[in-house]
């Protein structure tokens, strides 16, 4: 970060947040799918595999007793599934239930009396299991649907506890459960019924600890024999875990809302006009023949996705059935219950997909549509058809703009040996649908595949996933092969194209390259061939603004995106329980430790390709990137004083603060925190709170000095930590056993301020200041201010700007700007000094001799009499007679108020020629009679008084001009008859 003074950083972080923001909005408007969706469908094949979309990771093989045991598996009456947040895939045999460890490569077996039909690890009610049970195994068999208790973390493994929960299935296998986020549990039957599976800690009078409840969807009272002729085939839960979705065999869905706290049961309606409304929708479609339209799959969708639809529904035929459960706008209120079910778009997949062709095993989410095709065609392996978001259309910079982006979608072909059991998409990484912005190191969506044959591992490959590939398939030759690059920036835009050449280069060390969602780290040649694309490719105009590079534009798109998760969020929270104060951090250490990362990264590129990152043909463009550099500077910086104060201990330093910083800083947020003025007076009383607790612990200042500035650097380092001790030592005066005690302290606290003038905030120095005239040292408080001034303007660049007027866009405005401030700290004090008496040893005559005397700041000069000037203290001025003064009082254009006062100066230093003179142009200029006698009468005794020989004649043609205009004067005072 530049050795500048407080308000210059700020101001440059300010400027770059908003170009940051600016650009942020290519992901900040990132479209809701459904506004994308038109009547044509555009599919993109990909032919390099580096580039496709999804493609395949690892297969994982089981150990020989799973292969052998695998072979006797039947879909028809065995359960099976994984469990990703457990690492876990499972299948039942007879009473056998296989569990094995995909990443340890261990398998356990479980065994029941009975045979196992039905099996899922769902979350647990709470407050019924101890807090180390963080999921239940429910086990249903052909005679009892049992619950055991699941420890599980990635130190200990997973631990499984008996419960001593069960209840009969009464002749009903249980074999598809699922488990709300609520912890209740919905069981499908083969009675083509949902049962719900309640359990509590203790037995009642009336129940037993376990026990199973009927939901039925008809209305007669056939349900008492617990049979139906339109079976459910499905459950499903919405994302908020509060409306439960059921398909049935002649693929109607029925649509239950469960409450806000999830634990309520309201029918809300049956959809029977899928088949006829897609029909209608798509009439040409050879898909969609309603005499062989059947639903496979119904997948709730995220608000992430859209908040126009809820569920979408997949055919046989790979079809997709876009639904929405509300109505009249009730979709923007979220927590509103569902009212209907309405197909508001259908999609069917690319022209490959022929009316003869099956799909199985499917599943959407978030705009990925995974599906096998035709699985029982081959004996030894099952293709999976993809499609995904092509992201090139939805984020380009012109589309995102005008909000007129159109879908389209990679579609994808995918081999994998074995027949496919099972398919899911890992729960344990967050993933967001514009992949664009998210940064390499969190992993990307993972699929997984329970085979014949064991585990095989799919990722959906982000753009930076492509690049990445792209660049390692090289092996450094990037140079040479530039054409495919600019392929790839043109899809995705160069701008983005930037971006991810820059998430790579500065991609933290922390990247997790071990298990199942592990991404490759950043070699040398990686960011290598990304720098030689960032000097070549990325110096085409913007697309945004033509007045920059994409360069920068990427740049700053970059530098959102590494911020944006924390940019917003409040620095701190406290309990809301009325228990004693306690601040905590909003923050984690290891989201910090890792933007830390990642700017100072960027910062020494920036350093090391000043080329591209600091200098530009573009003068607008070249004072950005400066300004970008030092916001990366900075909030690395701030970020790591934020680490150091949580590691420290933040609750005892914020309650160090005044009351009033402490309710400011209860709501700032961390963008405010660094890039406003208000924001920076909170930062310094953050620094002076921290210092003052790290002296409370360590009494030696060189040790302070060190701890902080190998912490916290020039965010707070030595000079906070002099500027606390020199303040401490102003305050210890007002205690001192004498006047020669009191100055010596003073004296020395001033002395090392000076030494920190730079980099003394403006408030900070008032209140200073003011303790100096407290304690009857106005002198010091001059001197104070004035170091400060000089500091951030040595060699007085600003005379020449007041000299010229100060036009607005002369690069000095930004250093007087900064100057500002200190001058009203010493007009203030000179002020106060003429309307009250000061206390000895200090007089008014003194403090205006300190602040003039020695004077090269002519611009200080001026701003102060033009203050004066202002407040009717010109005479005090004329008493005075400081440096400047006859310059600032005789400057064009001519002004009445400085004329006036110009004349006084002449006549008090008896230059009675140019006052004489003076005056009597001072009567021209006025039409009130009796100024004009007054300065005329004025002018002619000045004029008298001129006694050089050589002066005379000019003196006596003066005085007749002025007799002849008191004549004129009294000639309009003579009353008419």
């Known amino acids: 970060m530049d050795n500048g003074s407080p308000e210059s950083t700020i101001t440059s972080v300010h400027k770059a947040a908003s170009v940051i923001e600016n650009r942020g909005n290519l992901d900040a408007l990132f479209p809701d799918l459904r506004n994308t969706f038109n ?22 093989i089981l150990p020989a007793e799973g292969l052998e045991s695998i072979r006797h598996f039947d879909t028809k009456t065995n359960a099976a599934g994984i469990a990703t947040a457990l690492n876990r895939a499972y299948y ?118 376990c026990s199973k409840r009927l939901h039925t969807i008809r209305n007669d009272m056939l349900f008492l024999i617990q049979t139906t002729t339109d079976p459910v085939t499905q459950i499903a839960l919405s994302e908020t875990g509060d409306v439960l979705y059921q398909l049935t065999e002649n693929s109607h869905i029925h649509v239950t809302y469960l409450g806000v706290d999830g634990q309520s049961y309201k029918d809300v309606l049956t959809y029977k006009d899928a088949a006829e409304r897609a029909n209608e929708s798509l009439r040409t479609s050879k898909l969609l023949d309603p005499r062989t339209f059947k639903i496979v799959s119904i997948n709730p969708t995220s608000s992430a996705e859209s908040k126009s639809y809820h569920l979408v529904a997949i055919t046989s035929t790979g079809c997709r059935l876009y639904l929405s459960h509300h109505k009249d706008n009730q979709h923007l209120k979220q927590d509103e219950a569902p009212n209907t079910l309405t197909l508001s778009h259908v999609r069917h997949p690319d022209e490959s997909i022929l009316p003869t062709d099956v799909f199985s095993h499917t599943l959407y989410k978030d705009g990925l549509f995974v599906g096998v095709k035709n699985q029982n065609q081959k004996p030894t392996e099952d293709t999976i058809v993809t499609y995904s978001p092509d992201l090139g259309s939805l984020t380009t910079p012109k589309i995102i703009m005008t909000g007129t982006s159109a879908y389209k979608e990679f579609d994808n072909l995918l081999k994998v040996p074995g027949k496919i059991i099972s398919i899911v998409e890992s729960t344990t990484s967050p993933h967001r649908i514009n992949e664009l912005s998210t940064p390499y190191e969190t992993p990307g969506r993972t699929l997984l595949a329970l085979t014949t044959y064991g585990i095989v591992v799919l990722i959906k490959q982000r753009p930076i996933d492509m690049l990445y590939r792209l660049l390692n398939s090289t092996n450094g030759d990037t140079a040479i092969r530039l054409q495919d690059y600019g392929s790839f920036f043109q899809h995705f835009g160069c701008i983005n194209g930037v971006s991810l050449c820059l998430g790579l280069i500065c991609s933290p060390s922390s990247i997790n390259n071990t298990g199942i969602n592990s991404v490759e780290p950043v070699t040398d040649v990686i960011t290598g061939s990304a720098k030689v694309l960032l000097e070549t490719l990325g110096q085409t105009l913007s697309d945004l603004n033509p007045q920059f590079t994409s360069r920068h534009d990427g740049l700053a798109l970059f530098v959102y995106r ?104 209860k709501t700032i947020t961390l963008k405010d925190l660094l890039t406003t003025s208000d924001g ?163 007089s008014k005559r003194e403090v205006f ?61 008896g230059r009675y020629e140019e006052a004489a003179i003076t005056y009597f142009n001072l009567a021209r200029e006025t039409n009130d009679t009796s100024k004009r006698t007054a300065f005329l009468i004025e002018a002619s005794n000045c004029a008298r008084c001129v006694t050089a020989p050589a002066k005379q004649y000019d003196m006596f043609r003066l005085k007749q001009a002025i007799d002849q205009n008191l004549e004129e004067v009294r000639g309009q005072n003579i009353p008419t008859q």
């Open 39 to 60: 009547d044509s469908f555009s599919y993109i094949s990909t032919k390099k595999e580096h580039v496709q979309p999804v493609a395949l990771k690892e297969s994982i």
């Open 92 to 209: 039942s045999i007879k009473g056998h239930l296989y569990i094995w460890d995909y990443v340890e490569r261990k398998m356990t077996i479980h065994v029941e009396d009975d045979d196992i039909v039905g099996v899922a690890f769902v979350p647990p009610k709470a407050g019924i299991f101890a807090p180390e049970i963080n999921h239940l195994l429910i086990i249903s068999t052909v005679r009892e649907v049992k619950i055991i208790a699941v420890s599980y973390s990635a130190s200990s493994g997973l631990k499984v506890f008996k419960t001593d929960m069960s209840t009969n299935t009464s002749g009903i296998n249980m074999k598809t459960i699922t488990g709300t986020k609520f912890g209740r549990v919905f069981m499908l039957g083969t009675d083509g019924n949902v049962w719900d599976l309640d359990y509590r800690r203790e037995e009642t009078w009336f129940s037993g600890r």
């Open 562 to 665: 590494a911020i944006n998760s924390i940019w917003s969020k409040p620095l701190v929270k406290v309990p809301s329980n009325g228990a004693s104060v306690v601040y905590t951090s909003t923050l984690s250490s290891t989201e910090l430790q890792n933007t830390q990362q990642i700017l100072k990264k960027l910062n020494i590129l920036m350093t090391e390709k000043p080329n591209c990152f600091l200098r530009s043909a573009y003068k607008e463009e070249e004072e950005s990137l400066k300004n970008m550099k030092e916001l990366v500077a900075y909030m690395a910086e701030g970020l790591s004083f934020v680490e150091y104060m949580i590691k420290t201990g933040i609750s005892n330093i914020v309650q160090g603060m005044k009351p009033e910083s402490q309710n400011r800083l």
């Open 680 to 842: 920076r007076k909170l930062a310094n009383d953050l620094s002076y709170a921290l210092v003052d607790y790290t002296f409370s612990k360590y009494d030696n200042t060189g040790y302070v000095v060190d701890v902080l500035t190998q912490y916290c650097k020039s965010f707070c380092g030595a000079n906070d930590v002099f500027l606390y001790k020199a303040t401490k030592q102003i305050y210890a005066a007002r205690s001192a056993t004498n006047t020669t005690q009191a100055r010596s302290i003073l004296t020395e606290s001033l002395g090392l301020l000076k030494k920190i003038a730079l980099h003394i905030p403006a408030d900070k120095a008032a209140e200073i200041v003011d303790d100096f005239v407290y304690q009857g040292y106005p002198v010091y408080g001059v001197e104070l201010a004035l170091s400060c001034t000089e500091a951030r303007d040595p060699y007085h660049t600003t005379n020449g700007f007041v000299e010229l007027g100060c036009p607005a866009n002369d690069a000095r405005a930004k250093i007087f700007k900064s100057k500002q401030p200190f001058y009203d700290i010493i007009f203030n004090l000179l002020y106060k000094s003429i309307a009250s008496s000061l206390v000895k040893p200090d």
């Open 849 to 909: 001799r300190s602040t003039f005397t020695g004077c090269k700041d002519q611009a200080f000069a001026y701003y102060v009499f033009e203050k004066f000037t202002e407040k009717g203290l010109g005479p005090e001025l004329i008493n005075e007679s400081p440096p400047y003064l006859h310059e600032f009082l005789s400057r064009t254009p001519f002004d009445y108020e400085r004329a006036n006062l110009l004349a006084t100066y002449y006549k008090n230093k």
